[in-house]
């Protein structure tokens, strides 16, 4: 038994969990902006009163849903582009 308590627990990493304000610095857009996102419906989060949290979990569906993969096969960029 004392064996099972020096192992390394095998316990999930604890959520993370944003508030409005670190969602928007984290994705660098201002607060109407997020609150439009809510309201369609394109980012999920929960309601405490006047306060929002969103979980980590909610901001990589997010992310992942409006992601677009590259379409360019070339390894550099073109001259002009730089």
């Keep these: 038994m004392l064996e099972d308590l020096r192992k390394p ?3 999930p990493p604890p959520m993370k969990v ?3 304000k670190a969602l928007m ?3 660098n857009v201002k607060g ?3 609150k439009k996102l809510r309201d369609n419906g394109y980012i999920g989060y ?3 009163g006047e306060k929002y949290w969103y979980t980590q ?3 990589e569906k997010f992310l992942k849903r409006f992601h677009y993969k590259d379409f ?3 390894s ?3 001259n002009d582009c730089l």
């Design 72 to 74: 360019s096969t070339a």
């Design 46 to 48: 929960t309601a405490e």
């Design 25 to 27: 610095d984290l994705l």
């Design 57 to 59: 979990a909610d901001v």
């Design 76 to 78: 550099s960029l073109p």
């Design 18 to 20: 944003y508030d409005n």
């Design 32 to 34: 109407r902006y997020l």
């Design 9 to 11: 627990a095998n316990h």
